[in-house]
């Protein structure tokens, strides 16, 4: 499957605890998007890398933190976690840096973390 | 700020009936609009662009400036339109795609 797959699928810890979320993009695309998304809420974007360089950032939490490495896949950290950051968390990525270009995201189908 | 209401949770249709997701924005400049959907057990997909004017799956969009809307619409709903729908916006000078918190379509036979 040369589509964006991410992992772990599912992740259970404690509060306080720190986990790291992997992404990897489509073959050839330079861009990778971050997003979260809580019960009843849609996508939160987090932050965008585009060939190793922040381009975009949302509503990011202080406690996390993200990059992407020279073979382009990207890790989400998540430090000090609280029963709040229980969600989905997606990454999709694109050819471009700007997402207007296409519109087109292509999304991996996500890791479910739940703090306890 | 870049804004994207959905005003829906779940929207219930009939087969065969008409079908409006509604979709406003908020932003100052030239919008670029989507709308994206994830079927059951799926990923989140593009459906259409509003730059492409075209229609997908029966479903077509217009955007209103003046209504600052992109509602989502098609004509006779069909049980295999069941999904989530998730209203997008761009701008040409931003790097971001904002998504608002989506509409649930079920289709009932």
């Known amino acids: 499957d040369s589509g964006?797959?991410?992992?772990?699928?599912?992740l259970i810890t404690a509060?306080?605890?720190?986990?790291?979320?992997?992404?990897?993009?489509?073959?050839?695309d330079l861009s990778v998007y971050w997003y979260q998304q809580s019960l009843d809420q849609g996508l939160q974007f987090l932050i965008q890398y585009y060939n190793g360089e922040e381009r975009a950032k949302g509503n990011i939490?202080?406690?996390f933190s993200a990059q992407q490495f020279p073979?382009?896949?990207?890790?989400?950290?998540?430090?000090?976690?609280?029963?709040?950051?229980?969600?989905?968390?997606f990454c999709a990525s694109s050819v471009g840096d700007k997402a207007q270009n296409t519109g087109e995201l292509f999304f991996g189908e996500g890791s479910r973390l739940t703090v306890l | 700020a870049q804004r994207v209401t959905q005003p829906e949770k779940l929207l219930s249709v009939f087969k065969g009936a008409p079908v409006e997701l509604k979709c406003n924005y908020s932003y100052s400049g030239s919008p670029e609009l989507f709308w994206y959907v994830q079927y059951s057990r799926q990923r989140l997909q593009l459906l259409l662009r509003h730059i492409s004017r075209e229609s997908i799956k029966g479903f077509t969009a217009d955007l209103n400036k003046g209504e600052t809307s992109?509602?989502?619409?098609?004509?006779?709903a069909q049980e295999e339109d069941s999904a989530m729908y998730y209203?997008?916006?761009?701008?040409?000078?931003?790097y971001k795609l904002i998504f608002g918190s989506g509409t649930r379509?079920?289709?009932r036979p």
């Open chain 1, 4 to 10: 964006v797959t991410q992992t772990p699928k599912h």
């Open chain 1, 15 to 28: 509060t306080g605890q720190r986990v790291t979320l992997r992404c990897s993009p489509r073959s050839g």
């Open chain 1, 61 to 63: 939490l202080e406690r």
């Open chain 1, 71 to 89: 073979d382009l896949h990207s890790e989400l950290n998540l430090s000090s976690l609280e029963l709040g950051d229980s969600a989905l968390y």
């Open chain 2, 70 to 76: 992109f509602h989502l619409k098609k004509p006779f």
């Open chain 2, 87 to 94: 209203c997008a916006l761009s701008s040409y000078s931003s």
């Open chain 2, 105 to 107: 379509l079920l289709v």
